[in-house]
């Protein structure tokens, strides 16, 4: 039978502050650290993969992707109207003209699943003669599955708190490692060698990569559903100046949650105009009367900053309803600065509103900023191999942690840490922990169920040994 590990793990006195705050948040460490490596482990591993989407996406589906170059290509409609006979009476939720010459346009439609990660299915169109190219179901993909796991577990909200739990937890485990490390830096090594070994590299690891990976969490957090949603909320609140504008409800963000057609972060939150409605028109593909798309985005053009063939693309989100607008979304590779998000009346073609990195708040700013790099996309290909290394690095923590606890676990015990012999809580690890679990309130949440399970099963110990 299983049981929980008591012996004195760490040195024999428990007079000294240092010595119990030692004991206490090893304690903490080790329970960190069995609720979240498993999560952890999948994240860096999935993460990893999933810097390399671009490139993978683009040598997998080089067939519908790429084609001769194009100097007069066919009206845009006509490319949405060849799409549309593919998929028949299927709503149309975007389009992606072609972001160069030898680029295909690209029609995305809705799919099955209308959720929070919701995908679609696309088809790619010849911009030379409005020939379907293929079709690509957006939620069948190899990356699409990735980054399902990576950030909801496949589990949907559910998934998505746990996994942002685990995020959150493990800035604990690196605030206790770094305390444990700091304290016992100049101690002697284990007498074993395989334990040794592990533990130093275990402890350069976590040194040597903290600060990448406290980044990779941080910039990754404003993506989940609970911490990311108080955030975002904050910035529009406190930090940024959305422009004054007669709206409906709708929010920017709420037009479409397709990974691959998503308004920045910083403009989810932009309210979202209502076009007049007049006569006239008559090129729309969705709303009678509308501008054709074509028109639409000739409107937009003279009022995008920074937007070069290759380096970026333009995506337009269509209007779903008589009042809806033409939503112009700017998405450079590389630089979050050039991102811009523009609402066009449908049926006038007049800018309503024009929101890019000077109306972003600081908050805004650093976020996206976060974002690009936390993709691996900001500075190039040192950029990508920095957040590998950090995915490698946590994988290799979670890795050496794992087999450590492995190799002084006793036979037939869980082997956690013993709990300081005098059961008080110094006010510095009380306050490291209450910051941590007030400025992420799922992990403080999680972390009073911790201690109320601590407390139970030790008294439950403690009286079966009794």
Not at 14 to 19: K, R
Request: charged share 15%; with cysteine.
């Amino acid at each position: 039978m299983t049981t929980i590990d008591v012996r004195p793990t760490t040195p024999d006195s428990d007079s000294t502050s240092s010595t119990h705050n030692y004991r206490l948040l090893w304690r903490w460490h080790f329970y960190a650290g069995v609720f979240v490596a498993p999560i952890l482990f999948v994240m860096a591993v999935t993460g990893s993969i999933y810097l390399f989407k671009q490139p993978f996406d683009a040598a997998m589906q080089r067939d519908v992707r790429e084609v001769a170059a194009v100097a007069n290509p066919v009206p845009l409609a006509d490319q949405v109207a060849a799409a549309q006979a593919v998929k028949p009476g299927v709503a149309i939720r975007a389009v992606i003209p072609p972001s160069g010459p030898d680029r295909s346009t690209r029609v995305i439609f809705q799919g099955a699943d209308p959720g929070p990660f919701a995908d679609g299915v696309s088809v790619y169109v010849n911009p030379a003669d409005a020939t379907v190219l293929g079709t690509v179901d957006d939620a069948a993909t190899f990356m699409t599955m990735i980054r399902k796991i990576h950030g909801e577990l496949m589990a949907g909200v559910v998934g998505d708190r746990i996994v942002e739990t685990a995020a959150c937890w493990s800035l604990i485990l690196i605030a206790t490692g770094t305390y444990m490390w700091w304290t016992t830096r100049k101690r002697a090594a284990p007498k074993r060698r395989t334990r040794a070994s592990l533990r130093r590299l275990h402890m350069w690891t976590g040194v040597g990569a903290g600060v990448a990976i406290v980044f990779l969490v941080l910039s990754g957090l404003p993506w989940s559903g609970f911490w990311g949603d108080y955030v975002n909320k904050a910035q529009a609140y406190f930090d940024s100046g959305y422009p004054e504008v007669t709206s409906s409800s709708t929010l920017t963000g709420d037009l479409s949650h397709h990974p691959d057609v998503k308004v920045p972060w910083a403009a989810e939150n932009l309210p979202v105009p209502e076009s007049t409605a007049h006569h006239g028109g008559g090129g729309g593909v969705l709303q009678p009367g509308a501008i054709a798309l074509e028109a639409a985005l000739t409107a937009a053009r003279p009022a995008i900053r920074d937007c070069p063939p290759g380096q970026c693309d333009l995506k337009m989100l269509l209007p779903a309803e008589p009042t809806g607008v033409y939503t112009v979304v700017t998405d450079h590779y590389r630089d979050p600065s050039a991102g811009q998000t523009l609402h066009i009346d449908q049926y006038s073609g007049k800018i309503l509103t024009d929101y890019g990195w000077n109306e972003y708040g600081v908050m805004a700013k650093a976020v996206e900023l976060g974002i690009a790099i936390h993709e691996g996309r900001r500075y190039g290909l040192v950029n990508l191999l920095v957040m590998l290394g950090a995915c490698l690095a946590l994988i290799t923590l979670i890795v050496t942690g794992v087999w450590m606890w492995w190799k002084r676990r006793p036979k037939g015990r869980i082997g956690a840490p013993r709990r300081p012999a005098n059961g008080r809580t110094t006010w510095g690890v009380v306050a490291l922990l209450a910051v941590l679990g007030l400025l992420f309130p799922l992990a403080g949440l999680t972390m009073v169920v911790m201690v109320i399970i601590d407390r139970v099963v030790d008294r439950v110990v403690v009286k079966v040994r009794g």
